[in-house]
C-alpha cells in the first residue's frame, strides 16, 4: 500500500497495568512511516492509578469516549458502541485491535453491525488480545458463563486472537473452549526494561559515618498491583499472621504499592489481625524502577493472572519472586527443582505455591530471607530471562508481523 497502516486500538481505560503499557507502547513506537495508530480509551474507575501520563510523555494522540468504563452499564455501553461505530467509519482503518475484554466486546460488536449493515465494504481485520481472562474468580456463576458464551460467539469474528502465555493459550483453546488454537497466537508481553536491568542486585544501606554498605534490615517485602479482590493481598495479611506466630515478624516490612476499592477493608484486616506495624501502604508510583531499588522481595497473591507485569519487573530488577501458580505465573517461574518445601516450590526463575494457602506463603517468605545466597543463580536466571523474553523490541517485531501477514 502506498500509505501507512491504518490501526484502531482501543482499550476500557488507562489504568496503571500491563493491558495500557502494551496498548500506548504499540500506540508509540510501531514505525509512524509504516503506520498510523487511533487510541480509543474510556474513564477510570474510583481508586484506579492513571496512566496517561504515559501516553502524553509518548505522544500519543488519543480519543476519550467518557462512556465507556470499566463496569457494565447498559445505556453507557450503548452509548460507547455507538461511538465507536462513528470513529470506525470516520478513520477507516485496515485493523481493529481491541486489549481488555469490555473493549474487545464492544469494538468487534461495532465491526460486526457494520458488516451487518453494509455500512462499510472495506474488510477490517480485527484483532483481540486477552492480557488475562475473567473466567474464573471474578464473577458469580452465571455471569460467568454468560461471558464465556460471549467470548466463543465473538471469537468467530477475529481474525486472530492473542493471548500473553502458554498457560493462557491452554485456558483459551483448552478449558474454556473460546477458540480453535488455530485462531490463537501467542505474543508475549514487552516493556522498556533497561532501568530495571541496572538495578544492583542486593538492596544496601550505608552507615552513618559514610563507611562500607551492609545489608540492611528488616527484610522488605514489595506486592503490586490493584487493591482488588482478584489480587488477594488478604492472603499475604494471613501470611503474615503466621510469621507473627512463629516469632519471625519483626524480620520483615510489608510494602503495598497500588491502591484500589479494598483499601479501607485491607487496613481494617491488618488492624483486626494485629500486623498493621510491619504493613506500608504507598499507593501508586511512576518510578517503580525506584520502588524495587528498595525491596528485597517481591510477591504475587492473586487468584487469577494473565502474565502478570510486576513479576517481569521484579525479574528484571533482581529481586527474587514469590508467587501463586495461577495464569501466565508457571511460564515465568519455570519448571519446578527439587522436592516441595512446607508446601512450596523452588522453580528455575523463583518460588510457586498453590493459591490460598498462607501457612505456605509464609514459609516461602522465611525461606528467601534466609537462604539469599542459594538464590543467587535463581536471581540471575530470572533476570536474564526477563530481559531476553520480555523486551519491548520482542513485542514490536512480533506485532510487526502479524499486522504485515
Not at 87 to 95: A, H, L, N, S, V
Not at 285 to 303: E, G, H
Request: aromatic share 8%; charged share 25%.
Amino acid at each position: 500500500m502506498n500509505r501507512p497502516i491504518r490501526i484502531l486500538r482501543l482499550i476500557a481505560r488507562l489504568n496503571i497495568g500491563g493491558p495500557a503499557i502494551q496498548a500506548i507502547t504499540l500506540s508509540s513506537e510501531l514505525p509512524r512511516d509504516q503506520y498510523q495508530t487511533l487510541l480509543v480509551c474510556g474513564r477510570l474507575s474510583p481508586g484506579e492509578g492513571d496512566m496517561t501520563y504515559l501516553a502524553l510523555d509518548k505522544g500519543v494522540h488519543r480519543f476519550n469516549i467518557k462512556e465507556l468504563g470499566r463496569n457494565i452499564s447498559l445505556l453507557d455501553d450503548l452509548k460507547s458502541l455507538f461511538i465507536i461505530r462513528k470513529i470506525i467509519k470516520r478513520f477507516k482503518p485496515d485493523i481493529l485491535h481491541t486489549h481488555t475484554a469490555k473493549a474487545g466486546t464492544l469494538g468487534r460488536l461495532a465491526v460486526l453491525s457494520l458488516r451487518a449493515s453494509i455500512l462499510t465494504s472495506k474488510k477490517i481485520k480485527v484483532f483481540h488480545t486477552f492480557h488475562g481472562h475473567t473466567f474464573h474468580s471474578y464473577f458469580n456463576a452465571l455471569k460467568t458463563l454468560i461471558f464465556i458464551q460471549v467470548e466463543r460467539f465473538l471469537a468467530r469474528f477475529t481474525d486472530r486472537i492473542i493471548v500473553v502465555s502458554k498457560q493462557q493459550k491452554s485456558d483459551i483453546c483448552g478449558t474454556f473452549r473460546i477458540a480453535d488454537e488455530k485462531k490463537v497466537q501467542i505474543i508475549r508481553l514487552g516493556f522498556d526494561l533497561s532501568a530495571y536491568g541496572k538495578i544492583a542486585t542486593n538492596r544496601r544501606t550505608c552507615l552513618s559515618d559514610g563507611g562500607t554498605c551492609i545489608n540492611s534490615e528488616p527484610f522488605r517485602v514489595g506486592i503490586v498491583g490493584r487493591l482488588a479482590a482478584v489480587k488477594n493481598h488478604f492472603l499475604l495479611f494471613e501470611a503474615i499472621s503466621y510469621l507473627r506466630a512463629w516469632a519471625k515478624f519483626d524480620r520483615f516490612r510489608f510494602i503495598i504499592v497500588g491502591d484500589g476499592e479494598l483499601k479501607t477493608e485491607l487496613v481494617a484486616k491488618a488492624s483486626k489481625l494485629n500486623v498493621s506495624e510491619a504493613i506500608t501502604f504507598c499507593g501508586w508510583r511512576k518510578n517503580m524502577a525506584a520502588v524495587y531499588t528498595q525491596l528485597d522481595a517481591v510477591v504475587l497473591t492473586s487468584k487469577n493472572e494473565g502474565t502478570p507485569v510486576a513479576i517481569i519487573e521484579a525479574m528484571a530488577a533482581s529481586r527474587p519472586v514469590v508467587a501463586t501458580a495461577v495464569g501466565g505465573v508457571p511460564d515465568l517461574i519455570g519448571s519446578v527443582m527439587g522436592k516441595k518445601r512446607n508446601g512450596f516450590q523452588i522453580g528455575e526463575r523463583g518460588l510457586m505455591l498453590p493459591s490460598e494457602n498462607a501457612e505456605a506463603l509464609a514459609g516461602a517468605l522465611l525461606f528467601v530471607m534466609e537462604n539469599r545466597n542459594e538464590l543467587k543463580p535463581t536471581i540471575r536466571r530470572a533476570k536474564a530471562f526477563a530481559l531476553a523474553n520480555y523486551s519491548q523490541q520482542r513485542l514490536l517485531n512480533d506485532i510487526k508481523t502479524l499486522y504485515e501477514t
